[in-house]
């Protein structure tokens, strides 16, 4: 087998097997049985197990980042350079959403692998996401020029609890289905993106947080003991 086809049968039996089993109970031994390759391959083309969840993580992420950015570009050529914060915000959790909801996408294998990534976190997958943050500064940016009054801070919580929303959806949507006893349609993405992009919007254009004033020392008894203060 070529070397290129060596490395793709190895991604691509690594992310079957993980997509199925998770993280933890898959090794390197049962990836090369899939791959029918030998373990010296793994280590020539990736080195570790870590390394080789990274590829797959990368790879997939790169594909939805790149999604979310053309979406991006798009909303703001149709505002002559300024987005709404919706189209902001759609761009955001859109492609995310669609990638691993939906009778036509959950079932694939990237879908599951990336749903794995997201319920389980693995030390690779949690470096990556706390590293490559580049891509999100230029939502934050289209934040602020949609909502030029709204402070930095503000917009970079929306950002946030966008993004919070939607992995929240994809991880706890058996959850949600036998909570809500099949009444929430996990099939009608386009309805699960406009519930988290509206309530995304509204948390945003409600105006600041208020500061809450400093926690005064409670009185025992009407007097201050030394634990108090």
């Not at 189209?87 to 692998?113: H, K, Q």
Request: with cysteine.
């Amino acid at each position: 087998m070529a070397s290129d086809q060596t490395r793709s049968a190895i991604l691509a039996a690594a992310e079957r097997l993980y997509a199925d089993r998770g993280f933890g109970d898959v090794t390197l031994r049962d990836i090369v049985a899939e791959a029918n390759v030998n373990l010296a391959a793994v280590n020539y083309h990736f080195g570790s197990k870590d390394e080789l969840i990274a590829e797959l993580f990368v790879t997939r992420s790169i594909q939805t980042n790149r999604e979310r950015l053309n979406e991006l570009r798009a909303a703001e050529e149709k505002g002559g350079g300024r987005a709404s914060i919706e189209d902001i915000m759609r761009a955001l959790v859109g492609p995310t959403l669609r990638g691993c909801l939906g009778p036509d996408r959950e079932g694939s294998t990237a879908a599951r692998f990336m749903i794995r990534a997201s319920i389980e976190s693995v030390p690779p997958i949690r470096r990556i996401k706390n590293r490559e943050v580049d891509h999100l500064r230029k939502f934050a940016a289209a934040m602020r020029r949609a909502m030029p009054a709204s402070s930095d801070t503000e917009l970079y919580w929306g950002l946030h609890f966008a993004l919070a929303m939607a992995h929240h959806t994809i991880r706890e949507k058996e959850r949600l289905l036998r909570l809500s006893e099949g009444k929430c349609d996990l099939d009608d993405v386009h309805a699960i993106i406009d519930r988290v992009v509206t309530v995304s919007v509204t948390a945003l254009t409600m105006g600041d947080v208020p500061s809450r004033p400093a926690a005064r020392p409670v009185a025992m008894h009407g007097r201050l003991t030394r634990q108090d203060l």
